[in-house]
Structures are given as C-alpha cells and as structure tokens.
C-alpha cells in the first residue's frame, strides 16, 4: 500500500514533526496513532517516517531510510490574479500537475479590489499549495511569489518563456512545447478574465516571450491555467 505523504514543518537529524493545523489534521482525520508509518518530505529528501509522539497541536516522527522520489521539471507559472476561489482551485490543480513556482500578477484587468486584497492572500495559497502537494505525493510544494505587476513579470529567466493569448490563431502551445531536460525552465504566463490586454501582449512579446494558444475556443482563465499546465508537463516528462 503506499504510504501517505506529509511535509515536514521541523526537522533536525533524524527528527521531524508536523504542527499547529497540519498536526490536527493527521490527528483528527487520520487518526494518527504512535506507531504508524508515513513519508515525510524533509526538503531535500523523503524519507520513511514513524510516529514517536501524538499531541493535540503536534506529531513526532523518527525518520528511517530515504524513498525514491521522481523530479519534477522546472515550470514556473505566471497566473494573472482573477476570481479568488476560481484562482486557489486552479493553484491547487497546478500544484498537482507538478508546477515549481506561481508568482500572481497584477494586470490591466484584475479587479482593483482583488488587487488590492492579494498580498493578504499570499499565506492561504500557500497552505493550498503545501496541502495538495502533499495529496499528489509531492517532495515540496511550489514557491508561491509575492503578487508583482506585469512589468516586473517580463523579465523572469527561463530558457522558454510563453505567454497564452486568445489573439494567437497560428502558434499553439502543443507545438511550441517540446521534451528537454527539467532543468531547462519554463515560464508559463496565463491572463485573467478577459485575458492580457494587447499592450500587455505586445511587452512580452518586446521582451522575448513566444504567443501561443490553446486552440480555438475560449477558456476561463482557471481552465487555461490547469490545461495549459497539464499540456507542458506532458511535454516535459516525456523523456
């Protein structure tokens, strides 16, 4: 049977321990019981971890031998902030698909007062983040970047930087994307509702990023994050 996966909040030698709500939930929902086995992301590794001590607010681990562990590709995705609950499903699946990084941007379309509250949500997409990195058996969760507005997003490094807009009619995403070494790096970048406006467009195609689309039809900006995810990581992983 494999073996749930959690990431560690301490670790020291071979010690490690979950805490605060993240405890609570193994102890609660679980039913975690001094004894039991679980992986447990350190960081750098994932190791076999026994439960040495239950707490309402706290769980204890013993870590053993270290577990084999796929890499995941270096795919950063730039996600223009949009409605908040559509935006943290979207965060959610993204972080399942395998993403290494999620900077929001503030663009010429994002609602001001969504604009104005997204710092403040920087804490909640990272425990959505952790929680389903964990779900989908992830080492780490992906870095998930203070909100930036778009003239700071255009100058990300990465090796192939791709912006998705509903104007392209002849480039897509399929055929841009092709198999190369994870550590190669993507930057993904997805518009809001209404999508990039056309001077947007145009800055990053002024600052090397390559237009491309998905196909014809037009997507709410949750689905065109999570597809456009799903379309790289596939490309990337076969190998």
């Known amino acids: 049977m494999t073996r749930r996966r959690f990431i560690a909040?301490?670790?020291?030698?071979?010690?490690?321990?979950?805490?605060?709500?993240?405890?609570?939930?193994?102890?609660?929902?679980?039913?975690?019981?001094?004894?039991q086995d679980f992986d447990?992301?350190?960081?750098?590794?994932?190791?076999?971890g026994r439960i040495t001590f239950v707490g309402d607010d706290r769980v204890e681990f013993e870590l053993g031998?270290?577990?084999?562990?796929?890499?995941?590709?270096?795919?950063?995705?730039?996600?223009?902030?949009?409605?908040?609950?559509?935006?943290?499903?979207?965060?959610?699946?993204?972080?399942?698909?395998?993403?290494?990084?999620?900077?929001?941007?503030?663009?010429?379309?994002?609602?001001?007062?969504?604009a104005a509250a997204s710092a403040k949500r920087v804490e909640r997409w990272q425990r959505i983040a952790?929680?389903?990195?964990?779900?989908?058996?992830r080492a780490a969760p992906p870095e998930i970047a203070a909100p930036v507005r778009v003239a700071e997003a255009l100058n990300?490094?990465?090796a192939l930087r791709i912006v998705l807009a509903e104007s392209e009619d002849r480039t897509l995403l399929r055929d841009v994307?092709?198999?190369?070494?994870?550590?190669?790096g993507i930057v993904l970048a997805v518009g809001p509702e209404g999508g990039w406006t056309e001077g947007e467009l145009?800055?990053?195609r002024q600052a090397g990023w390559i237009s491309t689309s998905l196909g014809s039809?037009?997507?709410?900006?949750?689905?065109?994050?999570?597809?456009?995810t799903a379309v790289v990581a596939s490309a990337l992983y076969s190998l």
Do not use: N
């Open 202 to 204: 145009q800055s990053f």
């Open 217 to 228: 039809t037009i997507l709410r900006a949750e689905t065109a994050a999570i597809a456009a």
């Open 130 to 137: 952790r929680q389903a990195a964990e779900q989908s058996r």
């Open 65 to 114: 031998e270290e577990t084999s562990d796929a890499s995941l590709a270096e795919i950063t995705l730039v996600l223009a902030i949009f409605k908040f609950d559509r935006m943290e499903w979207a965060i959610e699946k993204c972080t399942e698909l395998g993403v290494s990084r999620i900077v929001p941007v503030i663009s010429r379309r994002t609602d001001s007062h969504l």
């Open 40 to 48: 447990i992301a350190t960081g750098d590794t994932v190791r076999r």
């Open 156 to 158: 990300f490094p990465g």
């Open 9 to 35: 909040d301490e670790v020291s030698g071979d010690r490690a321990a979950l805490v605060g709500e993240h405890a609570d939930h193994l102890v609660r929902v679980l039913r975690a019981r001094v004894g």
């Open 177 to 184: 994307v092709k198999p190369r070494t994870a550590g190669d």
